[in-house]
Protein backbone atom coordinates (compact mmCIF):
# COMPACT_ATOMS: atom_id res chain seq x y z
CA UNK A 1 0.00 0.00 0.00
CA UNK A 2 1.54 3.54 -1.03
CA UNK A 3 2.11 5.77 1.81
CA UNK A 4 0.40 8.28 0.70
CA UNK A 5 -3.00 7.74 -1.60
CA UNK A 6 -4.80 10.15 -4.23
CA UNK A 7 -7.09 9.35 -7.15
CA UNK A 8 -5.16 10.52 -10.31
CA UNK A 9 -7.97 12.36 -11.91
CA UNK A 10 -7.80 13.63 -14.35
CA UNK A 11 -10.92 15.91 -12.97
CA UNK A 12 -12.19 17.87 -15.84
CA UNK A 13 -14.17 21.10 -14.60
CA UNK A 14 -16.14 24.00 -16.07
CA UNK A 15 -14.64 27.37 -14.97
CA UNK A 16 -16.33 28.30 -11.74
CA UNK A 17 -16.91 24.80 -10.48
CA UNK A 18 -15.88 23.75 -6.99
CA UNK A 19 -13.49 20.84 -6.82
CA UNK A 20 -12.67 18.50 -4.09
CA UNK A 21 -9.40 16.45 -4.34
CA UNK A 22 -8.97 13.78 -1.12
CA UNK A 23 -5.82 12.43 0.16
CA UNK A 24 -5.79 9.44 2.35
CA UNK A 25 -2.08 8.70 4.17
CA UNK A 26 -1.26 5.09 5.53
CA UNK A 27 1.14 5.96 8.60
CA UNK A 28 -0.08 7.34 11.65
CA UNK A 29 2.98 9.02 12.36
CA UNK A 30 2.59 11.54 10.09
CA UNK A 31 2.89 14.83 11.67
CA UNK A 32 2.83 17.41 9.23
CA UNK A 33 0.39 17.71 5.82
CA UNK A 34 0.76 20.09 2.81
CA UNK A 35 -0.21 20.51 -0.45
CA UNK A 36 1.88 21.17 -3.54
CA UNK A 37 0.72 22.34 -6.89
CA UNK A 38 2.52 21.31 -10.14
CA UNK A 39 2.38 22.67 -13.48
CA UNK A 40 3.24 20.55 -16.29
CA UNK A 41 6.79 20.15 -17.08
CA UNK A 42 7.91 22.57 -13.84
CA UNK A 43 8.90 21.66 -10.85
CA UNK A 44 6.22 21.54 -7.59
CA UNK A 45 5.47 24.52 -5.31
CA UNK A 46 4.38 24.99 -2.32
CA UNK A 47 0.53 25.42 -2.16
CA UNK A 48 -0.75 25.22 1.07
CA UNK A 49 -0.11 23.98 4.63
CA UNK A 50 -2.52 21.68 6.26
CA UNK A 51 -3.32 22.61 9.86
CA UNK A 52 -5.75 20.09 12.77
CA UNK A 53 -8.43 23.00 12.70
CA UNK A 54 -8.70 23.26 8.76
CA UNK A 55 -7.36 26.64 7.39
CA UNK A 56 -8.30 28.88 4.43
CA UNK A 57 -6.30 30.27 1.67
CA UNK A 58 -8.75 32.68 -0.91
CA UNK A 59 -10.58 29.73 -2.76
CA UNK A 60 -8.43 27.10 -1.38
CA UNK A 61 -9.66 25.37 1.76
CA UNK A 62 -7.77 22.73 3.08
CA UNK A 63 -8.91 19.63 5.95
CA UNK A 64 -7.40 17.19 7.94
CA UNK A 65 -8.87 14.55 9.30
CA UNK A 66 -6.43 12.75 11.62
CA UNK A 67 -8.39 10.04 12.90
CA UNK A 68 -9.35 8.97 9.50
CA UNK A 69 -6.14 9.64 8.13
CA UNK A 70 -7.02 11.54 5.39
CA UNK A 71 -6.45 15.64 4.08
CA UNK A 72 -8.94 17.24 1.51
CA UNK A 73 -8.10 20.68 -0.73
CA UNK A 74 -11.44 22.05 -1.77
CA UNK A 75 -11.35 24.67 -4.73
CA UNK A 76 -14.19 27.12 -5.22
CA UNK A 77 -14.66 29.37 -8.32
CA UNK A 78 -12.45 27.36 -10.38
CA UNK A 79 -10.25 29.25 -12.61
CA UNK A 80 -8.42 28.06 -15.81
CA UNK A 81 -5.37 28.76 -13.99
CA UNK A 82 -5.80 26.46 -11.54
CA UNK A 83 -5.21 23.57 -14.27
CA UNK A 84 -2.15 21.67 -12.63
CA UNK A 85 -1.43 18.48 -10.45
CA UNK A 86 -1.85 18.46 -7.28
CA UNK A 87 0.37 17.21 -4.48
CA UNK A 88 -0.64 15.95 -1.10
CA UNK A 89 2.55 15.33 1.25
CA UNK A 90 2.86 14.23 4.22
CA UNK A 91 5.95 14.33 6.79
CA UNK A 92 6.50 11.79 9.47
CA UNK A 93 7.40 12.43 13.18
CA UNK A 94 11.09 12.13 13.87
CA UNK A 95 12.04 12.02 10.54
CA UNK A 96 13.11 15.40 9.89
CA UNK A 97 12.53 16.82 6.64
CA UNK A 98 12.14 14.13 4.89
CA UNK A 99 8.57 14.96 2.57
CA UNK A 100 6.38 12.06 1.17
CA UNK A 101 4.93 12.85 -2.14
CA UNK A 102 1.42 11.58 -3.19
CA UNK A 103 1.13 10.88 -6.97
CA UNK A 104 -1.17 13.64 -7.70
CA UNK A 105 -4.80 14.95 -8.92
CA UNK A 106 -4.26 16.27 -12.08
CA UNK A 107 -6.95 18.99 -12.43
CA UNK A 108 -8.14 20.57 -16.00
CA UNK A 109 -10.82 23.71 -15.66
CA UNK A 110 -12.24 23.90 -19.01
CA UNK A 111 -13.81 27.60 -20.47
CA UNK B 1 16.81 36.58 -5.61
CA UNK B 2 17.83 33.54 -7.17
CA UNK B 3 16.48 30.15 -6.68
CA UNK B 4 17.68 26.74 -6.32
CA UNK B 5 19.30 25.93 -9.85
CA UNK B 6 20.45 22.25 -11.51
CA UNK B 7 22.47 21.53 -14.19
CA UNK B 8 22.51 19.97 -16.63
CA UNK B 9 18.56 21.00 -17.88
CA UNK B 10 19.01 18.03 -19.75
CA UNK B 11 20.91 14.33 -19.67
CA UNK B 12 21.18 11.61 -22.46
CA UNK B 13 23.54 8.72 -21.69
CA UNK B 14 23.95 5.37 -22.63
CA UNK B 15 23.43 2.71 -20.09
CA UNK B 16 26.26 1.63 -18.28
CA UNK B 17 27.76 5.02 -18.01
CA UNK B 18 28.03 7.34 -14.62
CA UNK B 19 26.48 10.08 -14.56
CA UNK B 20 26.83 13.89 -12.10
CA UNK B 21 23.39 15.94 -11.43
CA UNK B 22 24.73 19.20 -9.79
CA UNK B 23 21.90 21.07 -7.57
CA UNK B 24 22.35 25.09 -6.27
CA UNK B 25 20.38 25.56 -3.45
CA UNK B 26 19.22 29.05 -2.87
CA UNK B 27 22.01 31.17 -0.48
CA UNK B 28 21.67 30.10 2.93
CA UNK B 29 19.13 27.34 3.28
CA UNK B 30 20.84 24.31 5.28
CA UNK B 31 18.24 21.67 4.24
CA UNK B 32 18.94 20.13 0.80
CA UNK B 33 16.88 17.41 -0.83
CA UNK B 34 17.05 15.13 -3.55
CA UNK B 35 14.03 13.24 -5.53
CA UNK B 36 13.31 11.54 -8.03
CA UNK B 37 10.01 11.94 -10.45
CA UNK B 38 9.47 9.14 -13.31
CA UNK B 39 6.60 9.69 -15.74
CA UNK B 40 3.45 10.05 -14.51
CA UNK B 41 4.32 9.17 -11.04
CA UNK B 42 5.04 10.91 -7.62
CA UNK B 43 8.27 11.98 -6.26
CA UNK B 44 10.46 9.74 -4.19
CA UNK B 45 12.22 10.89 -1.88
CA UNK B 46 16.25 9.83 -2.46
CA UNK B 47 18.32 11.70 0.19
CA UNK B 48 18.43 14.78 2.88
CA UNK B 49 21.20 16.94 3.67
CA UNK B 50 20.82 18.95 7.02
CA UNK B 51 23.14 20.97 8.25
CA UNK B 52 26.14 19.20 9.12
CA UNK B 53 24.56 16.17 10.38
CA UNK B 54 24.65 12.56 8.61
CA UNK B 55 22.61 12.39 5.28
CA UNK B 56 19.15 10.56 5.15
CA UNK B 57 19.96 8.13 2.66
CA UNK B 58 16.77 6.10 3.00
CA UNK B 59 15.42 7.04 0.09
CA UNK B 60 18.50 5.54 -2.42
CA UNK B 61 17.89 2.73 -4.60
CA UNK B 62 20.54 1.37 -4.78
CA UNK B 63 24.11 1.58 -4.18
CA UNK B 64 24.64 2.97 -7.59
CA UNK B 65 23.28 5.88 -6.34
CA UNK B 66 25.07 8.37 -4.06
CA UNK B 67 25.32 12.09 -3.23
CA UNK B 68 27.35 14.52 -1.33
CA UNK B 69 27.28 17.77 -0.32
CA UNK B 70 30.70 20.34 0.08
CA UNK B 71 30.62 23.31 2.26
CA UNK B 72 27.10 23.28 3.08
CA UNK B 73 25.85 24.33 0.10
CA UNK B 74 26.46 22.38 -3.93
CA UNK B 75 25.46 19.04 -4.02
CA UNK B 76 26.37 16.29 -6.63
CA UNK B 77 24.31 13.31 -7.01
CA UNK B 78 26.16 10.81 -8.86
CA UNK B 79 24.71 8.00 -10.52
CA UNK B 80 26.64 5.00 -11.61
CA UNK B 81 27.00 1.88 -14.43
CA UNK B 82 23.51 4.23 -15.03
CA UNK B 83 20.01 1.85 -16.17
CA UNK B 84 17.48 2.78 -18.05
CA UNK B 85 14.81 2.22 -15.38
CA UNK B 86 16.84 5.30 -14.30
CA UNK B 87 15.09 7.14 -16.61
CA UNK B 88 13.16 10.22 -14.98
CA UNK B 89 13.30 13.79 -13.76
CA UNK B 90 15.92 14.57 -11.03
CA UNK B 91 14.41 17.48 -9.01
CA UNK B 92 16.47 19.36 -6.08
CA UNK B 93 15.33 21.21 -2.97
CA UNK B 94 16.00 23.32 -0.18
CA UNK B 95 14.83 24.71 2.81
CA UNK B 96 15.72 27.46 5.62
CA UNK B 97 16.39 26.04 8.86
CA UNK B 98 13.49 24.07 9.90
CA UNK B 99 10.64 25.11 7.78
CA UNK B 100 10.03 21.71 6.24
CA UNK B 101 7.16 22.17 4.72
CA UNK B 102 8.52 24.88 2.46
CA UNK B 103 10.70 23.30 0.19
CA UNK B 104 11.91 25.30 -2.86
CA UNK B 105 12.55 23.21 -5.73
CA UNK B 106 14.53 23.46 -8.79
CA UNK B 107 13.49 23.13 -12.20
CA UNK B 108 14.96 19.51 -12.61
CA UNK B 109 17.35 17.41 -14.37
CA UNK B 110 15.34 15.16 -17.16
CA UNK B 111 17.73 12.37 -17.33
CA UNK B 112 17.22 9.86 -20.43
CA UNK B 113 19.03 6.54 -20.31
CA UNK B 114 19.38 4.71 -23.61
Known amino acids: RKEVEQDPGPFNVPEGATVAFNCTYS??????FFWYRQDCRKEPKLLMSVYSSGNEDGRFTAQLNRASQYISLLIRDSKLSDSATYLCVVNLYNQGGKLIFGQGTELSVKP | GAGVSQSPSNKVTEKGKDVELRCDPISGHTALYWYRQSLGQGLEFLIYFQGNSAPDKSGLPSDRFSAERTGGSVSTLTIQRTQQEDSAVYLCASTLGGDIGTQYFGPGTRLLVL
Open chain 1, 27 to 32: NSASQS
